[in-house]
């Protein structure tokens, strides 16, 4: 492949804590072994096509900032085709695994869907190649059901049956596509599927639709031999007010009740969980004790501003607290830590992309080891143990095993008088000794 897009760049290298150099990882090496796996395999690192090659910098104040050197600005194919040049040359000399992508931001959507799907037909013949070529692979596909102003009302929950069956057409091709690519996952994000306001919604109606749809995608994957993991991605507002896909116990509970739980898992984003009011540490818990944590998308909000700013991801402590999970499990094979973020409007130059996901690799390598040494020495998970031992024998066993009824408990309690005293849940310890981790 011509390296010609990013010319003053070299393929960024690891050069451990002590380097001074920007342009090179402290803290990620893609070959160190943590808990039996190489971080590389563990992490399993995507780029984003949609932020990272598409982001302009616009914001409802003003126009982009972003206009890069290897786009001509138009609606071309051919600009389609040059950009994927230029997005391969950034993940190999990042050295991230992955990429994902929406079909409407690799290829320019036509006049007609049949011209969309030629477009998208050539853009994907290019990406083939160029993951052919490079060796970087597809995390996971999906589709824009959201910027079209067909998609006003929503998609598989419009109103307008046509819609469902335009969208419906475009997931169609856009898992074929996913497929072709050798893509390991596809997503569902529900970018318009809620309501504004539920005095014109049929919600009932909207929420069959949804499981429908996903249904005809399951069964459309299965016909064609597609065995990458569907995944729902939760979020509870934005653009709707209300989107269906709250946080993860609405996707999970929507997933249940409509059968749908063998067939999709979760896709887990750290801003639409603060969003949701919930921290990203108890999202991830929520979906792997229910065995449906199947992927992440990496990133951060801000705390002074309400809505989904998608920053890269460069705290400590959030990662820390997302490998705690992710390690519980033993990673998230075949899924993986997509940085669905995007740089600040001011970040406008192409070498930024670089130092943004250099800081994410690097922050979740350091959170991975982080969290590594502190499941190593058990010192969380000894105390939870401790702490809930009165279930371990005698009457918290029998309540575990379910062999004792109210008036059991009744009499237990009659005869013991009062409850074994409690002891303190020493929450200030445990955070100073989660400290002396970092
Ligand atoms: C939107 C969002 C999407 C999904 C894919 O907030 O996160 O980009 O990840 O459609
Ligand atoms: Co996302």
Known sequence: MSQQHFPDVPKIQFEGPKSKNPL??????????VEGQKLRDLLRFSVCYWHTFRGTGSDP????????????????????VKRVGAAFEFISKLGAPFYCFHDRDVAPEGETLAESNKNLDAVAKALAEAQAS?????????????????FMHGAATSCNADVFAYAAAQVKKAIEVTHQLGGENYVFWGGREGYMNLYNT????????????????????????????????PKPKEPTKHQYDFDAAACLNFLRAYGLLDKVKLNIETNHATLAGHTMQHELEY?????????????????????????????????????????????????GVNFDAKVRRESFEPLDLFHAHIGGMDTFARGTKIAAA?????????????????????????IEAGTVTFADLEKYMLEKGNPTPNESGRQEMLENIVNDYL
């Open 24 to 33: 090179a990882f402290k803290h990620y090496n893609p070959d160190e072994v």
């Open 61 to 80: 104040f003003g126009p982009g900032t972003m206009l890069r050197p290897w786009d001509d600005g138009s609606n071309s194919v051919e600009n389609a």
């Open 134 to 150: 490079t060796g970087v692979k597809l995390l996971w596909g999906t589709a824009n059901l959201f910027s079209n102003p067909r």
């Open 202 to 233: 049929d919600m009932k109606r909207e929420l069959d639709h949804l499981a429908k749809f996903m249904h005809l995608a399951a069964d459309h994957a299965k016909s064609i031999g597609f065995k990458g993991q569907f995944l729902f991605e």
């Open 287 to 335: 979906a792997r004790i229910q065995g449906v944590l199947g992927s992440i998308d990496a990133n951060t909000g801000d705390l002074l501003l309400g809505w989904d700013t998608d920053q890269f991801p460069t705290d400590i402590y959030l990662t820390t607290q997302c490998m705690l999970v992710i390690l519980q499990q033993g990673g998230l094979k075949p899924g």
């Open 374 to 398: 502190i499941r190593r020495d058990g010192v969380l998970t000894n105390f939870v143990k401790n702490r809930y031992r009165s279930f371990d024998t005698g009457i918290g066993q029998k």
